[in-house]
């Protein structure tokens, strides 16, 4: 497996970081009462999004669930994309349609993710089966989370992936509650990835509050893929260590003790520390690349509120008509 470069090191680091600060911000809004609907948070995670993602090349087609926006942020969509699109705003991708991950795009290689859970496995199967007919050298990504691996839509769409062998790359999410559901009452396996055994295709289990372990784990996935050996089933164990949206209170079903271990976990902190033990940044250099974080924030946040809310004519245009 290649080392990666003090710049990737760099890359993934900022990601991290910008993640993190990102929806801190977003909490503050939604405190504020300005955002509309809920706000599903990656806290404890967002080295799954980055490491994937991270690991993908321009061509491959990612699409994101509710907790991924470091995802569309590798993507290339900016700071100021996310707030308006949060906000609600008619500079965000959706322009003001819509809030959350809800959007993508084709072209910038992403998909827009929908609501229920499961269908996007067999649509990300078909995007992996269009790039191939089409003889791209491309794969396809997506995630899901404990509870959503139930669903049968993932056992189709993994089966039919299978079938097919195709460039898919499934990334389960197992961060262990869905909504206030214990994945012991989810499933009868200690791992969820075993049930690739089933679909006859090949699988890993990886730390995923180790971004370097989920990068190296997705660049391999990657490169069977494009052998033929795909699809690939990848589990990620990790924890959700806020409620299942703001507006939840875990403190009502998860046992304290759990969330004091998986703080201990933390996947920022724990890149952070394996950065400066091994001396690939300093001290200084971190905190610059916090400034230079905050001030980028800071900046698009208040171009966001800035930007307006859609008129009644924005609302319907680009939108699908019956
Ligand atoms: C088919 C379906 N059933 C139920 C829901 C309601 N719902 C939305 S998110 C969620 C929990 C999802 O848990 P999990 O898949 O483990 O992902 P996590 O939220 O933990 O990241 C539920 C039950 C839904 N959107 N779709």
Redesign the pocket.
């Known amino acids: 497996m290649p080392v990666l470069t003090k710049e990737q090191q760099f890359d993934l680091l900022y990601y991290m970081l910008l993640t993190r600060r990102l929806e801190e911000h977003l909490v503050g809004l939604f405190k504020e009462g300005k955002i509309s609907g809920g706000l599903?948070s990656s806290l404890g995670q967002e080295s799954i999004s980055v490491g994937t993602t991270y690991a993908l090349e321009k061509e491959d087609v990612v699409s994101p669930?509710?907790?991924n926006i470091a995802t569309v942020l590798i993507k290339g969509y900016t700071p100021k994309d996310i707030f308006c699109q949060y906000l609600a705003r008619v500079d965000g991708p959706t322009k003001g349609k819509d809030t959350t991950l809800h959007f993508g795009e084709i072209e910038r290689g992403t998909v827009a993710p929908i609501?229920?859970?499961?269908p996007l496995i067999p649509i990300m199967a078909g995007v992996a089966l269009a790039g191939r007919m089409q003889k791209r050298k491309r794969v396809a990504l997506t995630y899901?989370?404990?509870?959503?691996?139930s669903?049968g839509d993932f056992h189709e769409g993994m089966n039919f992936a299978a079938v097919q062998r195709l460039p898919f790359i499934c990334v389960i999410?197992n961060?262990q509650?869905?909504?206030s559901t214990p994945v012991t009452r989810q499933s009868r396996i200690a791992d969820l990835a075993q049930r690739a055994v089933g679909y006859g295709i090949q699988y890993a289990i990886v730390d995923g509050n180790d971004v370097v372990a989920v990068y190296e784990a997705t660049r391999k996935a990657r490169a069977l893929c494009l052998e033929g050996e795909g699809p690939f089933l990848m589990e990620c164990k990790t924890f959700?260590v806020k409620g299942?949206a703001e507006h939840d209170d875990p403190s009502k079903y998860v046992p304290r003790a759990i969330f004091e271990e998986w703080r201990k976990k933390d996947p920022v902190d724990h890149y952070v520390h394996s950065l400066l033990d091994q001396k690939v940044f300093t001290a200084a250099e971190l905190s610059e690349m916090e400034n230079k974080i905050q001030q980028i924030l800071e900046q698009a946040k208040k171009e966001a509120l800035e930007s307006p809310l859609p008129s009644s004519e924005d609302t319907s245009t680009g939108v699908f008509r019956v």
Do not use: P
């Open positions: 599903y669930v509710i907790r609501s229920i859970l499961g899901i989370g404990d509870g959503g691996a669903t999410e961060n509650y869905a909504f959700r299942h």
